[in-house]
């Protein structure tokens, strides 16, 4: 079936860390880039990285050098390795795949890093 199943997060202090994963089914994977958004309460969702079939990336400034994003096509999985995570980094995160004629999204997973 065609679907992105997030996992990973979960509540973590200031300065910790989270990996989030990205299940795809295969036809999604196929897709050219991938990438990540986020949302939090209020706010409109916001790209925080993407990822090309390459390993070319690319980060929103608000977390470069914080966070890594790397695809593993054979388990046909994204991750996005969370480091130094800042309170402002509270949202749900979404795995996103646009593929022609359909933009997927997954169900998102909720991050919250306080304390």
């Known amino acids: 079936q065609a679907q992105l199943v997030e996992s990973g997060g979960g509540l973590v202090q200031p300065g910790g860390s989270l990996r989030l994963s990205c299940a795809a089914s295969r036809s999604i994977s196929s897709a050219y880039v991938m990438g990540w958004f986020r949302q939090a309460p209020g706010k409109q969702r916001e790209l925080v990285a993407t990822?090309?079939?390459?390993?070319?990336?690319i980060y929103a400034s608000s977390v470069k050098g914080r966070f890594t994003i790397s695809r593993d096509n054979a388990k046909n999985t994204v991750y996005l390795q969370m480091n130094s995570l800042k309170p402002e980094d509270t949202a749900v995160y979404y795995c996103?795949?646009?593929?022609?004629?359909?933009?997927?999204w997954g169900q998102g997973t909720q991050v919250t890093v306080s304390s």
């Open positions: 990822i090309t079939g390459g390993g070319v990336t």
């Open positions: 996103y795949a646009p593929l022609p004629g359909y933009n997927y």
